[in-house]
């Protein structure tokens, strides 16, 4: 069974609802004539014009969307998991959002969606969240390093060129060794994992990537991912 993932840097339907480029990406990736897509907004509290948005979107296509509240009354968590074929987390705080999941054991169910070949996606907290750890702005006074849900065996950092302290970040990080090395996806690029293992940048904004980031010859090295334009 094909496992993937397709983490967002940033942008997306919580950016620019009705643009649809990334997310008609994403239902391309499914086998199923007919996809049933489920957003989780639980990084932003179950926002509503969040949600607006994502339906706005996504009834565009030919696909079943649907949403998952945590905030309000919560449904049958394993039968809503595990009967979708795309798996959508949305931006937010990505502490709080994991910490919400972890209660409700949804961290064991996405385990098995995606074992079983469920696509699993998101943007910026949506993004880092499949990784070992992740670079995060969940705390007000600066970036630091979670543990996320580490399915893959890596650690990503979202918006790398939109926010000024994220590069910077990053290479202190490595310079520190504190991280062996760091996925760094722009604003306006996805990376598509297939089986754990990068694939290729989905660049969906002019003059966006992804990046491995990494020590070579005592410097920071960045190594953009193969590409392919579908703006």
Known sequence: MKRQIIAIGGGGFGRNPGEGIIENYILEQSDVNKPKVCFIPTATGDDEGYKESYYSTFSMF???PVHLDFFKRTPDLESLILNQDIIFVGGGNTKSMLAVWKDWKLDK???????????????????????????TDS???ELKIMSCL?????????HYDEEPERRPTV????????IDSCIAI???????????DA??????????????????????NEVPYPSVDIF
């Open 139 to 141: 705390w007000a006074e």
């Open 109 to 135: 169910l996405l385990k098995i969606a995606y074992q079983k070949g469920t696509i699993m996606c998101g943007v910026s907290a949506g993004a880092i969240c499949w990784f070992e750890s992740g670079i």
């Open 150 to 158: 580490g399915f893959v065996n890596d650690v990503c950092c979202p």
């Open 62 to 64: 030919d696909c079943d």
């Open 199 to 220: 694939y290729r940048s989905i660049v969906f904004s002019e003059n966006k990537n992804a990046f491995h980031v990494s020590m070579k010859n005592n410097l920071v």
């Open 171 to 178: 290479h202190k990080l490595i310079k520190d060794q504190e």
């Open 186 to 196: 722009d604003g306006g690029c996805a990376l598509h994992l297939i089986n754990e």
